[in-house]
DNA sequence: GTTAGCACTCACCCAGCAAGAGTGCTAACA
DNA sequence: TGTTAGCACTCTTGCTGGGTGAGTGCTAAC
């Protein structure tokens, strides 16, 4: 199973081209192209080899060479080199990273868009998971006779909010004493215990008053918690695959479409898969739509504790080499972004 | 130029036909299969008149004929009849739109989902332009030792809120102050006139303390106000095109992709429409680019005052009659729903 | 072990042909 | 005078079939 020196050479060339050119490529043009001191009919005998142990395959009779998935995991692991990011597109990526740092949102959505700019692939993005999240604290502000203002801030300092009309109006010194009451029962509580463990239905004996109010609430309140355990999904980069000859064909390519908007199951996925930067090549994917593709993802994480996933989808003849650093570079930035908790620690 | 009733059948039957089937049509087609009481050839004697005139073209000698933009106009003016959107459909769309009132943001995407799906179109919304919406309220609230929350409300109810890193501490008293203080200032006025008229610089020199408390926090409220000017474009149903025969060619999909792409352009072209439910195709609209497609959009209201666009995008050959009843199904339950401000208002 | 040579295979391109759907025109009909 | 039948003509579409070229596998010689 071990490959020779020279087995390695060939079999190096042919995925680099053709990640390059997407074209099956022949015994003789390689010779022609890469100057390898050997001739054609040597590399013919190469290849068959290469062919029966699996890392090649051939279309059809008179067509050229294809690395198989196991080629491009062969590649991956041993044979590509790592790719160094220009500076100024490191400027780029850094420069619109830090803008808007305030809204977690705001730059996931521009990382799955600088990431599917500089990989010409289609790029998507998870927020994070806040099962584990906690609560913070709970604020009711008024806006105007009917309607309130419900604010929830957790420990990692996101925050939502929602207007919630209500029935009768209410005085201000009771919106207060509801939110000093909340914060106190459900502080250091995470979102996902707060909505299931039935804590919300419990609190209404309390208060007289506070009971109708709370009424009231209560299912804005369970809305507003249910939507921050949504993992959202950012799509960035659709239109790319336009731009890559395997997807040419109109078949091909919605397919690639429908596959991309099952948006729940892609969430699924990027959820499902491991930490750090994870290349999986067309088999190795568990689902079965998946097959022809190749994914690259990796993992930021927000205040140390909370993460979300981000990757990129194209076709198994990729440029892992560039992805994968480029990816690594992307959430190793919003991860150092959201490190920092005090305005002081700019550094720069 | 008045049309005989003849000349008027026979385009109505034209019109009608490549619309659903998207296939130049011949007078012995036309004649088998809508038995008007006239022979193939009395058919290619109008069709000729009616070419001649402008409503007609013909790819090649022996096609049959095409409707041209200004058929489709007349079609859409004079001829079409209304259509009923059936019950099940009405209801789907009413129910999706009550989910989430809270959140504005989250009803537009859904009401431009829903819009693809109902159309097989692609369809694109914008929230409103808060231009004149006035500031109530501003709100700061403590999450750490270093971190607050900025909370702005408008009058009409939309809240916005960034997370401030300060760089030294600030007691809570202090906090509340400067809330009080600067919704004492703002309140009332525009989002737009805060922004332009520097009065965010002439505040600091009132208080000693707030002044570097506000020096602290001055970037990120000009940012958030900028956000909330911020139109936000939704997209939905891009894939719908796959299924038009229209595009089945991949230089035809990959144009509409790159025009729909255009997010900021798409976004000025709404921003410019008129309001109500506006039809324009084809050559009609302004925009080069766009002289292949009709749009049909229409305007819907929050509050009775702001007010956001909502759209489809198509080949010229669309079913007017459908879309447009769906897109102003859609604007006016958005209109409803978010004219309400009292909890208690709920009707049914 | 390496290479040259050769027969063979297939995708791809292009030309040619027949079929089918349409048209425009002319002449006959009511 | 408006309507219709008939006919010659046009143009797309789909099919077929040969030529070309890139590539392979095998064999025999170096």
Redesign the interface.
Known sequence: MDLSERKLRILHAIVGDFIRFAEPIGSRTLSRKYDMGISPATIRNEMADLEEIGFLTHPHTSAGRVPSDKAYRLYVDDLMQKYEIPEEEKQIIAEKLKK?V??LE?TIKHAASLLSEFTNLTSFAITPNQESNKL??I?F???????V?L?I?T?S?R?T????????TCTEENLALLSKVMTYNYKGKTLSDILTLDIIKEFESDVEVMGRLME?IRP?FI??LE?MLDVELYLDG??NI?SIPEY???EK??DF??MI?KREHLTDVLINREDGVIITIGNENKEDIMHDYSLITATYHVQGRLMGKLGVIGPTRMKYDEVTSIIEYITDNISRTFK?????ENDE
Do not use: C, W
């Open positions: 808007n305030s809204e705001r913070q604290h604020k502000l008024p806006v105007d006779e009917y309607t203002v604010m801030v420990e300092g925050v909010n929602t207007a919630v009309k209500l029935k009768s009231n804005n809305n507003t939507n659709l239109t336009f040419n064909d109109i390519a919605k479409l429908d908007n920092i908790t005090r305005g002081d």
